[in-house]
């Protein structure tokens, strides 16, 4: 089956550093998300993604973010000058015409 | 979207099954009913959806009450892998999720 793969599974960095997590999505999916869980709390929506631009974004994804589908297949999320709270699981999604969203098993990222 | 509401927790004997309601009262007439789970932090599962009539798979199944108003997931015959954070979700096709805290399932020997 089918399935959305991340890298890396986890990630230590520390606070300033910028980092980069990677996304493969469902190949012929044409919708791309990322969400992010910090550890205890509720999955929250960042952002979306269609025809090579940012559909919609969530209060969270400031100027600290940025997402960029550099080739046919990756789908990569920046985050610049990590934070403590930047701390979270970071979840890619993807999703074709039809309407069920799948998700990757998320990459750990943690901000030290 | 719609705002769902699941009970915060709930415990099911292995077996049996297992019943895990949802109530979407403000759903609107194209939005679908998504069920996923997470189990222990990895990405989120689909489970299945619906839109007006009951579906089934090989997971589970969704009956949806005729106003729309509410439905439940079914696990027919609960296992202990099947002990996770179930999450209803109501959205128009094609829009991004939005989660809530979900059910949190137990399933006990």
Known sequence: EPEVTQTPSHQVTQMGQEVILRCVPISNHLYFYWYRQILGQKVEFLVSFYNNEISEKSEIFDDQFSVERPDGSNFTLKIRSTKLEDSAMYFCASRAEENTIYFGEGSWLTVV | ?109
């Not at chain 2, 996923?36 to 689909?46: A, E, L, M, T, V």
């Not at chain 2, 439940?72 to 991004?96: E, K, M, S, W």
């Open chain 2, 1 to 109: 979207d719609a705002k769902t509401t699941q009970p915060p927790s709930m415990d099911c004997a292995e077996g049996r099954a297992a019943n895990l309601p949802c109530n979407h009262s403000t759903i609107s007439g194209n939005e679908y009913v998504y069920w996923y789970r997470q189990i222990h932090s990895q990405g989120p599962q689909y489970i299945i959806h619906g839109l007006k009539n009951n579906e089934t798979n090989e997971m589970a199944s969704l009956i949806i009450t005729e106003d729309r108003k509410s439905s439940t997931l079914i696990l027919p015959h609960a296992t202990l892998r099947d002990t996770a954070v179930y999450y209803c979700i109501a959205a128009f096709t094609g829009n991004q999720f939005y989660f809530g805290t979900g059910t949190s399932l137990t399933v006990i020997p």
